[in-house]
C-alpha cells in the first residue's frame, strides 16, 4: 500500500482516516478531547448565529427606516 494511504479506509463510496495515537489506550483523554471540540464547534456556530441575526436586524432596521422615508424599492 503507498505510504500515502496509510490510515485511510474505504467504506462504500467515503473514505474516512484513522490516525493512531499513543495515548489511545486511555478513553478518557480521548472523551475530552473530543468534548473540547464539540465545545468549540457550538462556540462557533453560536458565533455565527449571533452574526446572522445582527445583520438580518441590521437590514430589517435600514429597510423600514427606507420605507418610512418613502424610498422605492
Known amino acids: 500500500m503507498p ?6 479506509a474505504l467504506v462504500d463510496v467515503g473514505v ?3 490516525e493512531t495515537h499513543a495515548d489511545e ?7 475530552q478531547a473530543a468534548d473540547q471540540t464539540t465545545a468549540e464547534s457550538i462556540t462557533h456556530c453560536s458565533d455565527l448565529l449571533d452574526d446572522f441575526l445582527r445583520t438580518i436586524s441590521r437590514m430589517e ?4 427606516r427606507a420605507a418610512m422615508e418613502g424610498e422605492r424599492f
Open 3 to 8: 505510504d500515502v494511504l496509510h490510515g485511510v
Open 16 to 18: 474516512t482516516w484513522r
Open 25 to 31: 489506550d486511555h478513553p478518557f483523554r480521548l472523551r
Open 61 to 64: 432596521n435600514e429597510y423600514l
